[in-house]
């Protein structure tokens, strides 16, 4: 079974021209909520939203193997601008693996994904995908901010200092400018007093808060979380779900691989249910989370509530 | 406790200390034994007098000059070229990584004193260097005796940096990588702003320890005349005979660097140890407020 059977005949049919890194902002979705609101459960709706807007996100036929191992066998997934769509099941199921060929950490052996109408980590030349240079995937890995379920601050540098990194250093802003920025981003998430600590003398909540400011601070489309709680202890795991909470009321794009599934209960506008390598299911939340309809998703979801 | 039974009472108790007496009787011997040479130094057939003399002597701050600016640039070459075949170790390309693996097999596994004689007498191979016809040099004008200590000393130290810097690389998690590429750093950026400045935690104290051989290698290079300061200490001692004096002479000034050396770096380490705890006082801290 299959979440957006419609996605790979409609996806985005050419890469769309460039544009500049700069002009970006990092909350110019106004309309997204409209948009979200008006998704559609499982892609039945997929064709219709087609025209309204381009899709943020357009996963077809995705496989991926580590060896003989498949990770992911065939995924088709479209989702739409501002919309917040939290991924579960087991682990192994690929729900990792599909986010990091999102932003080419992992890069897919068969099939392609869009990002806001981009085709990711290829050149389309005809029929053939050439895989693109080192610094064009740097330069297309700004349309995704990604957080970590180990955090990956940079154990060298300061709160700050992890957060004003990538403006500064790729997108070639001044220093003044970026800590400005971080200052605002760092108060917005309670941690202002923190900018001159190190990572290691930050409990794990705000080290994972500090790493959503980083990925924030370069005004990312979308944003990719892995995992953002399981390393946390349990008392730290509400302070990162209200940034992310936050975060999702401000329209931006999220995908979340979660097994917070009150989180995705709350906050998803689609939740998608992943099992070696398949979606065996995607729906609304109160669809999936509380009538599902697989035997291997009522299986994982009773599990995971024991 | 106290209150249940006077039996338990502790009020009234001490801690006596337990007494090492091994600790003392080691201790005094030592300090005997030692008494014992420092006697036998200060009466020996040494003329400490001669010692100040030629501390301070022109040819010995020549040496020491010299010492100090080939233990300079033999290592910069050494630390350059080993991050250089460190990178290309670590390359993808099968190219890159066995050239970089012949490096390190062929000026490891041959001795120091082997390659400064061949790098040195390199003009009985090439009699000229250069690019025919553009620029040419007769290689016994270019290769001085600086020159071939230089080439040894440094393609030498680069093959062992180049596996401390290997092994620094290998130290620094694949997740401070993985977060530098999402925020779309290119892969020498991440090299460079993410990966070596955390690889240097591990990388210094081992150069450190690099350094500081090097000073003394440095003497080595006295058998192709090079003039550091063993070599101008032997010069010395063949017109005057003074040979323990100077000999002592050259030890103190190669101590004396060390130490400072020594105290460079302490601070270096201190300075790459930021946010790792251990000796950086801030870690120190209570971590958590949230």
New interface residues.
Partial sequence: MRAAGVAATCGPRSPQPKREMTSRQAHDVPDAREEGDQRHSGGRGGAETMQAARPMVVAADVHKHFGSFAALKGIDLEMAKGEVLCVIGPSGSGKSTFLRCI?Q?ERADRGAIWVDGELIGFRREGDALHELS??E???Q??L???V?Q?F???????ALENII??PV???RRSRAEAEKEAMALLARVGLADKRDA??????G??QQRV?IM??LA?HPKLMLFDEPTSALDPE?VG?VLNVMRDLAASGMTMIVVTHELSFAREVAHRVVFMDEGRVVEAGAPGEVLGKPQHPRTREFIAAVLS | MSATSPEFSTAHLRHVERRYYGRWIAASLILVAFAFVVQAFATGQIAWKVVGQFFTAKAILIGLENTIVMTICAMALGIVLGVLFAVMYMSPNPVLKNVARFYVWFFRGTPLLLQLLLWFNLALIFPVIGIPGVLEARTVDLITPFVATLLGLGINQGAYTAEVVRSGILSVDTGQTEAAKSIGMTQLVTLRRIVLPQAMRVIIPPVGNEVISMVKLTSVASVIQYSEILRNAQTIYYANARVIELLIVAAIWYLVVVTVLSIGQYFLERRFARGRGGRDVRAAQPAAEA
Avoid: K, W
């Avoid at chain 1, 990956?152 to 300061?158: A, K, S």
């Avoid at chain 1, 190190?198 to 409990?203: D, F, G, K, R, T």
């Fill in positions: 932003n950490l080192d610094a995937l740097a330069r890995r700004l995704c901010g990604m970590f180990r990956n601050l940079f154990h060298h540098q300061t990194e990538g250093t790729v997108l190190y990572p290691i003398e930050l409990s909540g705000q790493a980083r990925a370069m730290l302070e």
